[in-house]
C-alpha cells in the first residue's frame, strides 16, 4: 500500500471527493482498467515497481485534479511513476520559489498543460541593498519558453525578478488568452511597459503593481486601456506616482463590473475617490489615493455615504501623506474590515484609536511607530480578533529613543490579541522580560519578526543580550515557522534554537552569534528548515561546512559579511555538485574572502547568465 | 573530510568551541577591514554607554554612528515614502486670538484641545467671560460674546459649524466678538 502525505490546509471537500474516488475506484474490475500508452512517460520520471495502484490514467487524473496545493502535488508525484505522470498532466499552476532551481526547459518538459506561473527570484537581502545591480533573475528567458509551450497561459507572478519593457511588450502580445499580472519586488521596467500590457492584454482581470523598482514616466498607460475592457477584478497602481486620466479611471470602474480590488495612487484626490466608490460599492479592496483635500461639509458627507455604501469592503489601505483630516468618513466602513493597512499614514495614538475603535473584526493590521505605545494600548483593547500586527519604523534612521514603539506596546497588544501569531515589529528598546510574557499571551506564533533597530542592543533594564527573549519564543511558540533575530545575542540563542524550533522554516540572522557553534545548533537542530539568511555574524567555514548534507533539504542559504573564505565554499561545491555555490566579492576586499556566498539546490547546474561579480564555484 | 584538514589554515578550530561568553571577549582580529558583528557590538555599547547617562534627559545619541547598509531591514520603497512631519509635532498650531476691546493679543495652540469643549472653555479661562453653549441655529445665543475665526479664504466664520478636524486645519486666527456686532452674527437667518 502506497501512503501520501497530503497538507492539513487541503480543503475537507477535496479530500472528501479525493478518498471517495479512490476508495470507489479501487474497487473497480481489474478488466475495466486499462492505463495510457507508456511512451508518454518523460525521461524526468522516478524509478518506481510495479504500481499497485491499477487505475486508469484518466481516473487517476481526475482525482488529482482536486488537488492545487503544490507541496502536496510534490508529494503525490513521488508516489509511482503512474502518479508522478497523472500530476505532471494534471498540474495547472506552477509555483517556482527560486528561478534558478530549475529550468524553464526542464520545467516545460515536465508540465505540459500551465496556466498560471508563480517565480521568484533574488535573495530576498536583495531587497535591502545587499544584492548588487544586474545580477541576475531576468525572467525574459522564461517568457520565451513559455511562449512556445505555454500559449494559453493566463497569469504571471512574479517577486524579485527583473524584466524590461520589451519582455513586457513579449508577454503582452504572445499570450492571447492572458488574464492576471502580479509584480512585486521587481524592477528594470517602466510604464511604457504597463501600456503594453493594457493595450493588447484584451481579456486582463487582474494588473497588480507593488513596490517596485520601476521608471514611472506618466500615467498615460491607464488610458490604453480598450473601451471594450470590462472584465478587469484586479486594479492596483498604489504605488506609481504620475497622475492618471481621472477620466479614463473613471470609465473603467464604471464598465468593469467585476472590479473587487481597487488601489489607487496619490494622484487621486478625495472627491474623485467618492466618484469611484459610488461606480463600484461592491468593492472588497480598497486603496485610497491622496487623504488631504480639504472638503466642503457637503463633499465631506457624501464620502461618508459613500464609505458606507460599501458593505464588502474588508480592506482599506493607502493613505498616503499627512491623513489626520479626514478619517472620520471612514468610520462607517470600518465595522466590516478585517485588514487595515495603514502604514504610509503618519497617525498618531489618538487618531488611530479612534479608527481601532471603529474597527472590532480587524484581523491583520499594519501600522507606522509614530502611534506610538499608546495607539497600541488602543489596539489592544479594540481588537480581540487580531491575528497579524506590523509596526514599521517611520524613521528608521533616528536615534532618539523618545520616538517610535517600546516594548510596553507589544505588551499592551499581547494582552489584548490573544489570537496574535503574525507580529513584524520595529523598536528601538526591549527586553527579555516583556517578550517572555508576549509569548506566554500569545503562543500560537507562526512567524515571529522582531527587529530592535540598533545592532547588538542589550536588554535595557538587565543589560543582558537578548538570548532569553528569543529562548522563550522558540520554546513556547511550538508552531514557529518563521523567526527573524535582534539584538545582542551569544551562542545561546541559537542552542534554543537548535534545540526548540522543530517547526521552523525560515530564519533570518543579523549582528548576531558568538562563534560557528552558533550556527551549527541551528543545521543540526532544525528538521524543517529551508531558508537562512545570515548577515554581519561571526560565522566562518566550520559553520557553513556543518551544513554540507542540509543545503539539499533547503530552497536557499545567504551568508554575507560574516568569516567564510573562498577554500571553503570551492569544497562545498566540490563535494555537493546539485548545490550552486556562488560567491559575490566586495571592492578591495582580501582574495580569499567570500564576502557574499549564495547557495541555493538545482537541478539546472550553474547559471549561465551569471554577470561577472558572481563567481559559481 | 580530508579536504578539511589540508585547509587548516583557514579554519579556526577554536572557533567551532561553544562558549557562553558575551562576544568581544579574546576574538582574534579579523581578515577583513569591514565591520564585524564584534565592532557593531562595541560600538553600540558604546553609544549604550553614553545613553545610559544622557538618553532618558531627551538628548540624542551623536550622529557619528555612520549608516549599515541593509539595516534596519526597510525597503527602499518605503524608505522613500514615509517622510514623518517632526517640527509640526514639535511646533504646534498656534493662533492668534483678538478679543475686541483688548489691548493685546494671545496665543494659543490648537493641537492640546480635543474638541470645541475644550477650546471653548480655554478661552473663556484666558479672557475672563461667559461665552456659553452652541447651537446650529442660533449661535451663542445667551452670551454677550461670540467666538468666530478666519479661515483659509480670510472668511470671519462662527466657530463650532464645521467638524473639529477640519476646524483645526482651516481656523488661521480667532476672535472672540462682543455686542452687537457678535449678536448679529449668530442671529437666525
Same mark, same amino acid.
Given at each position: 500500500?502506497?501512503?501520501?502525505w497530503l497538507?492539513?490546509?487541503?480543503?475537507?471537500?477535496?479530500?472528501?471527493?479525493?478518498?471517495?474516488?479512490?476508495?470507489?475506484?479501487?474497487k473497480?474490475?481489474?478488466?475495466l482498467?486499462?492505463?495510457?500508452?507508456?511512451?508518454s512517460?518523460?525521461?524526468?520520471?522516478p524509478?518506481?515497481?510495479?504500481?499497485?495502484f491499477?487505475?486508469?490514467?484518466?481516473?487517476? +487524473?481526475?482525482?488529482?485534479?482536486?488537488?492545487?496545493s503544490?507541496?502536496?502535488r510534490?508529494?503525490v508525484?513521488?508516489?509511482?511513476?503512474?502518479?508522478?505522470?497523472?500530476e505532471?498532466?494534471?498540474?495547472?499552476?506552477?509555483f517556482?520559489?527560486?528561478c534558478?532551481?530549475?529550468?524553464?526547459?526542464?520545467?516545460?518538459?515536465?508540465?505540459?498543460?500551465i496556466?498560471?506561473?508563480?517565480?521568484?527570484?533574488?535573495?530576498?537581502?536583495s531587497?535591502?541593498?545587499?544584492?548588487p545591480q544586474h545580477?541576475?533573475?531576468?525572467?525574459?528567458?522564461?517568457?520565451?519558453?513559455?511562449?512556445k509551450?505555454?500559449?494559453?497561459?493566463?497569469?504571471?507572478?512574479?517577486?524579485?525578478?527583473?524584466l524590461?519593457?520589451?519582455?513586457l511588450?513579449?508577454?503582452?502580445?504572445?499570450?492571447p /488568452?492572458?488574464?492576471?499580472?502580479?509584480?512585486?519586488?521587481?524592477?528594470?521596467?517602466?510604464?511604457?511597459?504597463?501600456?503594453?500590457?493594457?493595450?493588447?492584454?484584451? !481579456?486582463?482581470t487582474?494588473?497588480?503593481?507593488?513596490?517596485? %523598482?520601476?521608471?514611472d514616466? %506618466?500615467?498615460g498607460?491607464l488610458?490604453?486601456?480598450?473601451?471594450?475592457?470590462?472584465?478587469?477584478?484586479?486594479?492596483?497602481?498604489a504605488?506609481?506616482?504620475?497622475?492618471?486620466?481621472f477620466?479614463?479611471?473613471?470609465?473603467?470602474?464604471?464598465?468593469?463590473?467585476?472590479?473587487?480590488?481597487?488601489?489607487? !495612487?496619490?494622484?487621486?484626490?478625495?472627491?474623485?475617490?467618492?466618484q469611484?466608490?459610488?461606480?463600484?460599492?461592491?468593492?472588497? +479592496?480598497?486603496?485610497?489615493?491622496?487623504?488631504?483635500?480639504?472638503?466642503t461639509?457637503?463633499q465631506?458627507?457624501?464620502? %461618508?455615504?459613500?464609505?458606507?455604501?460599501?458593505?464588502?469592503?474588508?480592506?482599506?489601505?493607502?493613505?498616503? +501623506?499627512d491623513?489626520?483630516?479626514?478619517?472620520?468618513?471612514?468610520?462607517a466602513?470600518?465595522?466590516?474590515?478585517?485588514?487595515?493597512?495603514?502604514?504610509?499614514?503618519?497617525?498618531r495614538s489618538?487618531?488611530?484609536?479612534?479608527?481601532?475603535?471603529?474597527s472590532?473584526n480587524?484581523?491583520?493590521?499594519?501600522v507606522?511607530?509614530?502611534?506610538?505605545?499608546k495607539g497600541?494600548?488602543?489596539?489592544?483593547?479594540?481588537?480581540?480578533f487580531?491575528?497579524?500586527?506590523?509596526?514599521?519604523?517611520?524613521?528608521?534612521?533616528?536615534?532618539?529613543?523618545?520616538?517610535g514603539?517600546?516594548?510596553a506596546?507589544?505588551?499592551?497588544?499581547?494582552?489584548?490579541?490573544?489570537k496574535l501569531?503574525?507580529?513584524?515589529?520595529f523598536?528601538?528598546q526591549?527586553?527579555?522580560?516583556?517578550?517572555?510574557?508576549?509569548?506566554?499571551n500569545?503562543?500560537?506564533?507562526?512567524?515571529?519578526?522582531?527587529?530592535?533597530?540598533n545592532?547588538g542592543?542589550r536588554?535595557?533594564?538587565t543589560?543582558?543580550?537578548?538570548?532569553?527573549a528569543?529562548?522563550?519564543?522558540?520554546?513556547?511558540c511550538?508552531n514557529?515557522?518563521?523567526l527573524a533575530?535582534?539584538?545582542?545575542?551569544?551562542d545561546?540563542?541559537?542552542e534554543?534554537?537548535?534545540?526548540?524550533?522543530?517547526?521552523?522554516?525560515?530564519?533570518?540572522?543579523?549582528?548576531?552569534?558568538?562563534?560557528?557553534?552558533?550556527?551549527?545548533?541551528?543545521?543540526? /537542530?532544525?528538521?524543517?528548515?529551508?531558508?537562512?539568511?545570515i548577515r554581519?555574524?561571526?560565522?566562518g !567555514?566550520?559553520?557553513?561546512?556543518?551544513?554540507?548534507e542540509?543545503?539539499?533539504?533547503?530552497?536557499?542559504l545567504?551568508m554575507?559579511?560574516? !568569516?567564510?573564505?573562498?577554500?571553503a565554499c570551492?569544497?562545498l561545491?566540490?563535494?555537493?555538485?546539485?548545490?550552486?555555490? +556562488?560567491?559575490?566579492?566586495?571592492?578591495?576586499?582580501?582574495?580569499?574572502?567570500?564576502?557574499?556566498?549564495?547557495?541555493?539546490?538545482?537541478?539546472? %547546474?550553474?547559471?549561465?547568465?551569471?554577470?561577472?561579480?558572481?563567481?559559481?564555484? | 573530510?580530508?579536504?578539511?584538514?589540508?585547509h587548516?589554515?583557514?579554519?579556526?578550530?577554536?572557533?567551532?568551541?561553544?562558549?557562553?561568553?558575551?562576544?568581544?571577549?579574546?576574538e582574534?582580529?579579523?581578515k577583513?577591514?569591514k565591520?564585524t558583528?564584534?565592532?557593531?557590538?562595541?560600538?553600540?555599547?558604546?553609544?549604550?554607554?553614553?545613553? @545610559?547617562?544622557?538618553?532618558?534627559?531627551?538628548?540624542?545619541?551623536?550622529?557619528?554612528?555612520?549608516?549599515?547598509?541593509?539595516?534596519?531591514?526597510?525597503r527602499?520603497?518605503?524608505?522613500?515614502v514615509?517622510?514623518?512631519?517632526?517640527t509640526?509635532?514639535?511646533?504646534?498650531n498656534f493662533?492668534?486670538?483678538?478679543?475686541?476691546?483688548?489691548?493685546?493679543?494671545?496665543?494659543?495652540d490648537?493641537?492640546?484641545?480635543?474638541?470645541?469643549?475644550e477650546?471653548?472653555?480655554?478661552?473663556?479661562?484666558?479672557?475672563?467671560?461667559?461665552?456659553?453653549e452652541?447651537?446650529e441655529r442660533?449661535?451663542?445665543?445667551?452670551s454677550e460674546?461670540?467666538?468666530?475665526y478666519e479661515?483659509?479664504?480670510? @472668511?470671519?466664520?462662527l466657530?463650532?459649524?464645521?467638524?473639529w478636524?477640519?476646524?483645526?486645519?482651516?481656523?488661521k486666527?480667532l476672535?472672540?466678538?462682543?455686542g452687537?456686532?457678535?449678536t448679529g452674527?449668530?442671529?437666525?437667518?
Open positions: 500500500m502506497q501512503v501520501v497538507r492539513s490546509s487541503l480543503a475537507l471537500r477535496d479530500l472528501q471527493a479525493f478518498i471517495q474516488h479512490t476508495v470507489v475506484y479501487c473497480m474490475d481489474p478488466k482498467k486499462k492505463t495510457k500508452n507508456s511512451s512517460n518523460s525521461a524526468n520520471s524509478d518506481s515497481t510495479h504500481s499497485s491499477p487505475f486508469p490514467d484518466e481516473v487517476l +487524473e481526475r482525482v488529482l485534479s482536486f488537488l492545487h503544490h507541496k502536496d510534490s508529494s508525484s513521488l508516489v509511482c511513476k503512474d502518479w508522478y505522470n497523472a505532471r498532466w494534471t498540474r495547472t499552476k506552477l517556482i520559489g527560486n534558478y532551481s530549475v529550468s524553464p526547459e526542464i520545467v516545460a518538459r515536465r508540465f505540459p498543460r496556466k498560471s506561473v508563480t517565480l521568484k527570484g533574488k535573495p530576498r537581502f531587497d535591502f541593498n545587499l544584492v545580477w541576475g533573475a531576468d525572467v525574459h528567458s522564461w517568457l520565451v519558453v513559455f511562449a509551450v505555454y500559449p494559453f497561459l493566463e497569469e504571471l507572478r512574479l517577486k524579485r525578478m527583473t524590461n519593457d520589451e519582455s511588450k513579449f508577454l503582452a502580445t504572445s499570450f /488568452g492572458f488574464k492576471a499580472l502580479s509584480l512585486l519586488s521587481c524592477e528594470g521596467f517602466s510604464t511604457d511597459g504597463l501600456k503594453a500590457i493594457a493595450t493588447h492584454c484584451k !481579456n486582463l487582474e494588473l497588480d503593481i507593488q513596490e517596485n %523598482g520601476m521608471d514616466l %506618466g500615467g498607460w488610458s490604453c486601456f480598450s473601451e471594450n475592457c470590462s472584465s478587469l477584478e484586479v486594479l492596483n497602481f504605488s506609481l506616482n504620475s497622475e492618471v486620466s477620466d479614463a479611471l473613471e470609465k473603467l470602474v464604471r464598465r468593469c463590473k467585476s472590479l473587487r480590488i481597487l488601489k489607487v !495612487n496619490k494622484s487621486i484626490t478625495l472627491d474623485q475617490l467618492q469611484l466608490l459610488v461606480l463600484a460599492p461592491q468593492l472588497i +479592496e480598497l486603496g485610497t489615493g491622496s487623504f488631504q483635500q480639504e472638503l461639509p457637503l465631506y458627507e457624501g464620502l %461618508g455615504i459613500a464609505f458606507s455604501n460599501c458593505k464588502n469592503l474588508q480592506t482599506l489601505s493607502g493613505f498616503w +501623506e491623513t489626520s483630516l479626514h478619517l472620520p468618513v471612514l468610520y466602513a470600518c465595522p466590516s474590515l478585517t485588514f487595515l493597512n495603514l502604514s504610509y499614514a503618519t497617525l489618538g487618531e488611530l484609536a479612534k479608527i481601532v475603535a471603529h472590532p480587524i484581523r491583520r493590521l499594519w507606522l511607530d509614530t502611534v506610538g505605545d497600541l494600548e488602543a489596539v489592544g483593547s479594540s481588537c480581540p487580531l491575528e497579524e500586527l506590523r509596526v514599521f519604523p517611520a524613521d528608521p534612521f533616528e536615534q532618539d529613543l523618545h520616538h514603539v517600546t516594548e506596546g507589544f505588551l499592551a497588544v499581547s494582552h489584548g490579541c490573544r501569531h503574525y507580529v513584524l515589529y523598536c528601538r526591549m527586553t527579555n522580560a516583556a517578550v517572555a510574557t508576549i509569548v506566554q500569545c503562543p500560537d506564533f507562526t512567524h515571529f519578526r522582531l527587529c530592535i533597530m545592532p542592543e536588554d535595557y533594564l543589560n543582558e543580550p537578548m538570548d532569553e528569543f529562548g522563550a519564543v522558540v520554546k513556547t511550538t514557529l515557522q518563521r533575530l535582534s539584538g545582542l545575542l551569544t545561546l540563542t541559537f534554543y534554537i537548535g534545540k526548540y524550533a522543530k517547526n521552523l522554516e525560515a530564519l533570518s540572522v543579523a549582528f548576531a552569534g558568538s562563534s560557528d557553534g552558533g550556527m551549527q545548533c541551528v543545521l543540526q /537542530g532544525c528538521p524543517k528548515l529551508r531558508k537562512l539568511e554581519d555574524c561571526p560565522f !567555514n566550520a559553520a557553513l561546512l556543518s551544513g554540507i542540509k543545503y539539499e533539504t533547503m530552497r536557499s545567504w554575507s559579511a560574516c !568569516n567564510v573564505t573562498m577554500s570551492k569544497l561545491a566540490k563535494e555537493m555538485p546539485r548545490l550552486n555555490v +556562488e560567491v559575490m566579492r566586495d571592492e578591495g576586499s582580501d582574495e580569499s574572502q567570500a564576502d557574499k556566498v549564495y547557495i541555493y539546490r538545482t537541478v539546472a %547546474g550553474p547559471r549561465r547568465d551569471a554577470p561577472p561579480f558572481v563567481v559559481t564555484l | 573530510m580530508e579536504g578539511v584538514m589540508s587548516g589554515n583557514d579554519l579556526n578550530l577554536k572557533a567551532t568551541e561553544l562558549r557562553l561568553g558575551l562576544p568581544g571577549t579574546d582574534s582580529t579579523s577583513n577591514n565591520r558583528a564584534n565592532e557593531l557590538v562595541k560600538n553600540s555599547e558604546l553609544l549604550n554607554g553614553k545613553s @545610559d547617562a544622557k538618553a532618558r534627559d531627551g538628548e540624542t545619541v551623536p550622529a557619528s554612528k555612520s549608516q549599515i547598509v541593509g539595516w534596519p531591514p526597510v527602499s520603497f518605503r524608505k522613500n514615509v517622510q514623518p512631519k517632526k509640526e509635532a514639535e511646533t504646534g493662533v492668534k486670538v483678538s478679543m475686541d476691546g483688548a489691548p493685546y493679543l494671545r496665543k494659543i490648537l493641537k492640546i484641545y480635543k474638541g470645541y469643549q477650546l471653548l472653555k480655554a478661552l473663556e479661562n484666558m479672557f475672563k467671560l461667559t461665552i456659553g452652541y447651537s442660533e449661535g451663542y445665543k445667551g460674546y461670540a467666538p468666530a479661515d483659509k479664504d480670510g @472668511d470671519l466664520m466657530v463650532g459649524d464645521v467638524p478636524d477640519m476646524f483645526m486645519s482651516t481656523c486666527r476672535r472672540i466678538m462682543k452687537s456686532e457678535a452674527l449668530g442671529s437666525g437667518v
